[in-house]
């Protein structure tokens, strides 16, 4: 029986895990972490990823884990609608995204892969071309080796050697909060360098994200300098902010990476943040490593060449590392007039534009035979 050794227990690697094991594989899954576990923060499942949540037998349950996301669109800091999204379209053409915790789609994820096959507390060192992975308990041989293992992936050195991941000029905020008032309508909220949205979970929290221009690495940013930066914007982002807990927010520095030339090299195939981790702009990041899973697993069983792989999953995720980006850029805009150019083209923008842009993005499907 061939086996898979995945390097990285997160959402990515238990997609790719659950893969395999769906192609009768056996699965070994190589965790530093001495407790799989996830951060608490919201997460946007959308089609394309959900059809390859269906592929991976798990589809329904995060479903019944999950809100459907409805209507939503971005506004000013004042409150007043730049874009709104045309939910009725979006959901004829696509179906709409759902919104979730994080740590429920891992437990589901989890759930679906037997405890045999995770191992905690080891930390690889070294991932060699022809199967090997060189670990603190010892060494794995399998017959592909997968690199799950995140934005500075060990295991990404085998197959392109150091690559400098890029800060993209802004950090995050993100903390989930039970509301004391009506939310009315979601989304984001867009200023002059910072964005704030928050979106409804299926246990009635919300979940709030927020950005912010400033240099990496720098210190403070906790709660009173998110209500200093977003106190006095429009409802309900200042009761949200009251109702939040200083010990659950999460700060972080976004990066991406830079376009690989490949994803694969001898028995080694990236998935996910290893191969192309990308700012949150688009809501792809896990999305694209789930779809990962479901065709390294099929290209893997059908004949073994992982170049098709690569063929396949490289200029589709790097297209969405690339949107992802722009829209961050013009998201974060700070100059005056250039905040106004983009306020008055966001207003001339029709919803239809908006959901045709999206299909390169949300129009994929499984692979079949």
């Avoid at 210190?219 to 300098?225: D, T, V, W």
């Amino acid at each position: 029986m061939s086996t898979a050794i995945i390097v990285g227990g997160g959402i990515g690697g238990l997609a790719t895990a659950i893969a395999f094991l769906r192609k009768g594989w056996d699965v070994e899954v190589l965790e530093r972490a001495t407790t799989i576990a996830e951060v608490g923060a919201g997460l946007s499942v959308w089609p394309n990823a959900l059809r390859a949540l269906d592929a991976l037998g798990v589809g329904a349950e995060v479903r019944a884990r999950a809100t459907e996301e409805g209507a939503a669109g971005i506004r000013d800091s004042k409150g007043t609608w730049l874009s709104r999204s045309d939910t009725d379209l979006l959901r004829a053409r696509y179906r709409l995204p759902i919104m979730m915790h994080r740590a429920d789609l891992f437990d589901i994820l989890r759930a679906a892969i037997p405890e045999s096959a995770l191992r905690t507390g080891i930390t690889v060192s070294e991932a060699r071309t022809d199967g090997t992975v060189v670990h603190s308990a010892g060494t794995s041989t399998g017959d592909v080796v997968v690199g799950a293992d995140g934005i500075r992936s060990v295991v990404r050195r085998a197959v392109c050697g150091e690559v400098a991941p890029r800060y993209s000029g802004y950090t995050a905020w993100r903390v989930v909060v039970t509301p004391t008032e009506p939310m009315g309508d979601l989304g984001e909220s867009w200023g002059r360098g910072e964005r704030f949205g928050y979106a409804a979970l299926a246990d009635g929290r919300v979940y709030c994200f927020a950005t912010g221009n400033m240099p990496a690495g720098t210190a403070g940013g906790g709660l009173a300098e998110l209500r200093r930066r977003f106190g006095t914007w429009h409802a309900p982002i200042p009761g949200l902010l009251a109702a939040a807990d200083e010990g659950a927010l999460l700060k972080h520095d976004l990066y991406d990476l830079p376009a690989l030339k490949t994803y694969v090299a001898g028995r080694i195939a990236l998935v996910g943040d290893a191969a192309h981790a990308m700012t949150p702009n688009l809501g792809q990041g896990a999305c694209q490593a789930i779809e990962d899973a479901v065709v390294l697993a099929e290209v893997a069983t059908r004949d073994g060449d992982l170049t098709r792989y690569d063929a396949e999953r490289r200029p589709r995720t790097q297209m969405i590392v690339t949107r992802s980006r722009r829209i961050g850029a013009i998201a974060q805009l700070s100059a005056a007039p250039l905040v106004a150019l983009r306020n008055a083209v966001l207003r001339l923008t029709p919803s239809t534009a908006q959901a045709n842009a999206l299909a390169p993005v949300l129009d994929w499907h499984p692979p079949t035979r």
